[in-house]
């Protein structure tokens, strides 16, 4: 070869190891977007569950709270990733007095003692309605005291849970009837000792709503006779909480929300399985809560009906209790109306 001669430079095969880096680079590249993709189908298929939150709610013990039974009883407050600790009560005003002390997080309860709560300036708000019902409640007497139609109510002792529910449908039948208000004498009993108390003669009639009534009435028999006023009167049960908690938490009002959505729907397409379900819960025949049963309507909303009853009510206590605050209070701010608006805007016919 020539000195002149230039010798041209080596090229190095593919498989040679300059190019080799590069072919580990590209493996490496195509297993991890591989790996990514199957993930992604993985966590797509399996979404994960949410992380738990704690939640201490106070649960009445009434076929109206059945929603809330469903949705534990079928795991939907734990697969909303709730981890909910109830705490059994007798009756509505009970719940709101463990809210009040901090005791629970929520609370279930008729909109009457939430409005004397308010009334007395407790901080609460309400998160969700999910049953209303307008002939379920009664006023059971005994017969043997001279009580065969609403008038014969005058002058006797009746005991009501005071500050519930019971105590404004008592109100509401004795004004359908033109009947006084202070033309009877109220006792202010417990729902559990009712029933007990009108069968042994200590009181004449007793306003309630069941099962407590139907306790009554069988302990009655034929000796006792119940008093209605369909439409005098619509209940609504509600999940209560504090307002600033309420606020604070967002996320598990939202997953609260669609926990009672999931047993709204599952009452709606099992309900005679739903029936055996909170039958069981609140320890009474199942045959026997029947009746009362189908005049229940759960449903999750909050309505401008609703509001309405409210202030009515707020007026109602007021004229009855002296020491109560007035004027009427401005009920809007004591919807929680977000996590509703957010799952299901349709259930909210509130005008805000």
Same mark, same amino acid.
Do not use: C
């Given at each position: $070869?020539?000195?002149?001669?230039?010798?041209?430079?080596?090229?190095?095969?593919?498989?040679?190891?300059?190019?080799?880096?590069?072919?580990?680079?590209?493996?490496? %590249?195509?297993?991890?977007?591989?790996?990514?993709?199957?993930? @992604?189908?993985?966590?797509?298929?399996?979404?994960?569950?949410?992380?738990?939150?704690?939640?201490?709610?106070?649960?009445?013990?009434?076929?109206?709270?059945? !929603? #809330? $039974?469903?949705?534990?009883?079928?795991?939907?407050?734990?697969?909303? *990733?709730? /981890?909910?600790?109830?705490?059994?009560?007798?009756? *509505?005003?009970?719940?709101?007095?463990?809210?009040?002390?901090?005791?629970?997080?929520?609370?279930?309860?008729?909109?009457?003692?939430?409005?004397?709560?308010?009334?007395?300036?407790?901080?609460?708000?309400? %998160?969700?309605?999910?049953?209303?019902?307008?002939?379920?409640?009664?006023?059971?007497?005994?017969?043997?005291?001279?009580?065969?139609?609403?008038?014969?109510?005058?002058?006797?002792?009746?005991?009501?849970?005071?500050?519930?529910?019971?105590?404004?449908?008592?109100?509401?039948?004795?004004?359908?009837?033109?009947?006084?208000?202070?033309?009877?004498?109220?006792?202010?009993?417990?729902? *559990?000792?009712?029933?007990?108390?009108?069968?042994?003669?200590?009181?004449?009639?007793?306003?309630?709503?069941?099962?407590?009534?139907?306790?009554?009435?069988?302990?009655?028999?034929?000796?006792?006779?119940?008093?209605?006023?369909?439409?005098?009167?619509?209940?609504?049960?509600?999940? =209560?909480?504090?307002?600033?908690?309420?606020?604070?938490?967002?996320? $598990?009002?939202?997953?609260?929300?669609?926990?009672? %959505?999931?047993?709204?729907?599952?009452?709606?397409?099992?309900?005679?399985?739903? !029936?055996?379900?909170?039958?069981?819960?609140?320890?009474?025949?199942?045959?026997?809560?029947?009746?009362?049963?189908?005049? !229940?309507?759960?449903?999750?909303?909050?309505?401008?009906?609703?509001?309405?009853? $409210?202030? /009515?009510?707020?007026? @109602?206590?007021?004229?009855?209790?002296?020491?109560?605050?007035?004027?009427?209070?401005?009920?809007?701010?004591?919807?929680?109306?977000?996590? #509703?608006?957010?799952?299901?805007?349709?259930?909210?016919? =509130?005008?805000?």
């Amino acid at each position: $070869m020539n000195s002149s001669e230039v010798a041209a430079p080596s090229k190095t095969p593919w498989t040679g190891f300059g190019r080799l880096p590069l072919l580990i680079a590209a493996v490496a %590249l195509a297993v991890g977007v591989a790996t990514l993709a199957m993930t @992604w189908r993985y966590r797509t298929a399996h979404p994960q569950a949410p992380a738990a939150m704690a939640v201490r709610l106070a649960l009445s013990t009434t076929p109206h709270a059945a !929603l #809330l $039974m469903l949705a534990a009883e079928k795991d939907f407050l734990r697969d909303e *990733g709730l /981890d909910v600790t109830i705490v059994p009560v007798s009756h *509505g005003k009970t719940a709101l007095d463990l809210l009040a002390r901090g005791e629970v997080d929520l609370a279930t309860a008729a909109e009457v003692p939430f409005v004397t709560a308010v009334l007395d300036r407790q901080p609460l708000s309400i %998160l969700a309605s999910m049953l209303s019902v307008s002939d379920e409640m009664a006023i059971v007497a005994r017969r043997d005291r001279g009580i065969a139609v609403p008038a014969d109510l005058l002058g006797k002792r009746i005991g009501v849970p005071r500050g519930t529910s019971a105590e404004y449908f008592l109100w509401a039948l004795l004004i359908r009837h033109r009947l006084a208000r202070d033309g009877v004498t109220l006792i202010d009993l417990p729902p *559990g000792r009712l029933a007990d108390e009108l069968a042994r003669g200590r009181i004449d009639a007793a306003s309630t709503w069941q099962p407590v009534r139907q306790d009554a009435e069988s302990a009655l028999g034929a000796q006792g006779i119940s008093f209605t006023a369909p439409a005098a009167y619509t209940v609504s049960h509600v999940v =209560v909480g504090r307002t600033d908690y309420l606020h604070g938490h967002a996320e $598990m009002s939202r997953r609260f929300v669609r926990a009672l %959505l999931k047993a709204e729907r599952f009452n709606r397409l099992h309900a005679d399985e739903s !029936l055996g379900i909170v039958a069981r819960r609140l320890k009474v025949d199942a045959d026997a809560l029947r009746p009362s049963w189908k005049s !229940l309507a759960f449903r999750v909303n909050l309505l401008q009906s609703q509001l309405v009853t $409210m202030e /009515d009510e707020a007026d @109602w206590a007021v004229a009855g209790r002296p020491g109560a605050s007035a004027p009427t209070p401005n009920f809007l701010p004591h919807l929680y109306l977000d996590a #509703l608006l957010e799952e299901q805007p349709d259930r909210v016919t =509130v005008a805000h």
